[in-house]
C-alpha cells in the first residue's frame, strides 16, 4: 500500500521558516500531480500548493503566494514546501497527497494516498 511520510514540521516563531518533505513509499508517482493542504483544528482540510509531474505547472492557494515555494525531486520520489515569512495562522496539521489530473487541481477530493501529516505551530 502507498503511503505518503510527511516530515520537517515544528514550532518556529512568526516571520520565520521551515521546509516540509513529503517521500512517498510503496511506489513511484510517475506522471502525477503531486500537492500539500492544511488542516487547522476546527477547520476544513484547505489547499495550499501543487505541482505537475515535470515542475512546469505550480499552482497555489492566494493566502501562501510569495511565501511558500513547492518543488520536487522526481529521482526521490519527493516532494518539498519551503515556507517563508511565516505567520500564526499557518499553523496547522500539513499533508501531501498525489493526483492523476492536470494541470494541478485544487479540490481534496481529487488527491488520493494521504500521508499521516506533520505539524507546524508558529508562534505570535
Known amino acids: 500500500q502507498v503511503q505518503m511520510v510527511e516530515s520537517g514540521g515544528g514550532l518556529v516563531q512568526a516571520g520565520g521558516s521551515l521546509r516540509l518533505s513529503c517521500a512517498a513509499n510503496?511506489?513511484?508517482?510517475?506522471?502525477?500531480?503531486m500537492g500539500w493542504f492544511r488542516q487547522a483544528p476546527g477547520a476544513e482540510r484547505e489547499f495550499v500548493a501543487a505541482?505537475?509531474?515535470?515542475?512546469?505547472?505550480?499552482n497555489y492557494a492566494d493566502f501562501v503566494k510569495g511565501r511558500f515555494t513547492i518543488s520536487r525531486d522526481n529521482a526521490k520520489n519527493t516532494v518539498y514546501l519551503q515556507m517563508n515569512s511565516l505567520k500564526p495562522e499557518d499553523t496547522a496539521l500539513y499533508y501531501c497527497?498525489?493526483?492523476?489530473?492536470?494541470?494541478?487541481?485544487?479540490?481534496?477530493?481529487?488527491?488520493?494516498?494521504w500521508g499521516q501529516g506533520t505539524q507546524v505551530t508558529v508562534s505570535s
Open positions: 497527497a498525489a493526483s492523476k489530473y492536470y494541470p494541478p487541481r485544487r479540490r481534496t477530493d481529487d488527491y488520493n494516498d
Open positions: 505541482i505537475s509531474w515535470s515542475s512546469s505547472n505550480t
Open positions: 510503496g511506489r513511484t508517482f510517475t506522471g502525477y500531480t
